[in-house]
């Protein structure tokens, strides 16, 4: 599951050619081929009472990316790296997924904005419905941010759910071997998953966790990367943010089934509510 190839989306306002920099240290694993995404989104441009459609404002939105990108790319052909340029018109999620499509990205890079449930409702999917419709993992990026001061792979936190998307985590987190310093393990066990009355089932369902946590190091250690297990009890989301704090996680990764409907939306997940409490990047890796 290597990362040759990023689709690295911006609205410039948002996120960053400086956001991009620190991310290229996956030079040193596989990546070499970064493809630009400007998504126009139709608001921008909407129909008007008395105006209509405002052609001339897609045309000018057209070339401050054209113009920006030139530049962009510039600098990466510097740095031998090939470069591939889009600039659509449409809807964000229908594009991003449309492109990585076409392009066979390997990496999803894009900025994520909070939104309110009536927002969410009234203006459609949220931008971290992207990671429900790909195959592609989503590295979200805090927008409005600091410029970022390290690369978000040194030292991730990979949490595990012992799902087919986690163990998918797993694959890329062994791909990329070369840019970690330190990746700590973690599972966050329910608190009602523990919940017995023999001490006795308690202590082999943590014993069972262990395990679980130290084969995925020892697989990991095997590729060269320096990984630590821990188990934490709670809430899944609270557990991870709590465990990213103490380990001074440069970024999380997890991975997430590509669940879609109503529900899911309104209720939210645990990759959605890290992404809208965390002050780090979030890697999303869902099913196949």
Same mark, same amino acid.
């Given at each position: 599951?290597?990362?040759?190839?990023?689709?690295?989306?911006?609205?410039?306002?948002?996120?960053?050619?400086?956001?991009?920099?620190?991310?290229?240290?996956?030079?040193?694993?596989?990546?070499?081929?970064?493809?630009?995404?400007?998504?126009?989104?139709? !608001?921008?441009?909407?129909?008007?009472?008395?105006?209509?459609?405002?052609?001339?404002?897609?045309?000018?939105?057209?070339?401050?990316?054209?113009?920006?990108?030139?530049?962009?790319?510039?600098?990466?052909?510097?740095?031998?790296?090939?470069?591939?340029?889009?600039?659509?018109?449409?809807?964000?999620?229908?594009?991003?997924?449309?492109?990585?499509?076409? !392009?066979?990205?390997?990496?999803?890079?894009?900025?994520?904005?909070?939104?309110?449930?009536?927002?969410?409702?009234?203006?459609?999917?949220?931008?971290?419905?992207?990671?429900?419709?790909?195959? =592609?993992?989503?590295?979200?990026?805090?927008?409005?941010?600091?410029?970022?001061?390290?690369?978000?792979?040194?030292?991730?936190?990979?949490?595990?759910?012992?799902?087919?998307?986690?163990?998918?985590?797993?694959?890329?987190?062994?791909?990329?071997?070369?840019?970690?310093? =330190?990746?700590?393990?973690?599972?966050?066990?329910? !608190?009602?998953?523990?919940?017995? !009355?023999?001490?006795?089932?308690?202590?082999? =369902?943590?014993?069972?966790?262990?395990?679980?946590?130290?084969?995925?190091?020892?697989?990991?250690?095997?590729?060269?990367?320096?990984?630590?297990?821990?188990?934490?009890?709670?809430?899944?989301?609270?557990?991870?943010?709590?465990?990213?704090?103490?380990?001074?996680?440069?970024?999380?990764?997890?991975?997430?089934?590509?669940?879609?409907?109503?529900?899911?939306?309104?209720?939210?997940?645990?990759?959605?509510?890290?992404?809208? =409490?965390?002050?780090?990047?979030?890697?999303?890796?869902?099913?196949?």
């Amino acid at each position: 599951m290597n990362i040759q190839k990023m689709l690295f989306v911006t609205r410039f306002e948002d996120i960053r050619f400086d956001d991009l920099l620190p991310i290229l240290e996956l030079r040193k694993a596989s990546l070499d081929h970064v493809v630009f995404l400007n998504v126009i989104e139709p !608001e921008k441009i909407a129909l008007r009472r008395g105006i209509g459609y405002r052609k001339d404002e897609a045309v000018r939105l057209r070339e401050r990316a054209n113009v920006r990108f030139i530049d962009w790319a510039e600098q990466l052909f510097e740095q031998g790296l090939e470069v591939g340029v889009y600039i659509v018109v449409g809807p964000m999620v229908q594009q991003v997924v449309k492109a990585a499509r076409n !392009e066979e990205a390997d990496l999803i890079v894009m900025g994520y904005r909070k939104k309110t449930k009536v927002r969410e409702v009234t203006e459609g999917v949220d931008i971290s419905e992207i990671a429900y419709r790909t195959k =592609t993992p989503v590295l979200m990026l805090k927008e409005g941010q600091d410029i970022p001061v390290e690369c978000p792979f040194h030292r991730p936190l990979l949490a595990t759910a012992w799902s087919p998307a986690s163990n998918r985590a797993v694959e890329l987190i062994e791909s990329i071997g070369k840019v970690i310093e =330190t990746v700590h393990v973690v599972h966050a066990a329910s !608190e009602r998953s523990l919940k017995s !009355e023999s001490s006795m089932v308690v202590q082999e =369902t943590r014993k069972t966790t262990r395990k679980k946590l130290d084969d995925i190091c020892e697989r990991l250690s095997r590729s060269g990367i320096d990984a630590k297990p821990h188990v934490y009890i709670g809430e899944p989301s609270e557990e991870i943010q709590k465990a990213a704090l103490e380990f001074q996680a440069s970024m999380v990764v997890l991975g997430m089934s590509r669940r879609a409907g109503w529900q899911e939306r309104w209720l939210g997940s645990v990759p959605k509510r890290l992404m809208e =409490t965390l002050q780090i990047p979030v890697l999303v890796v869902p099913t196949t």
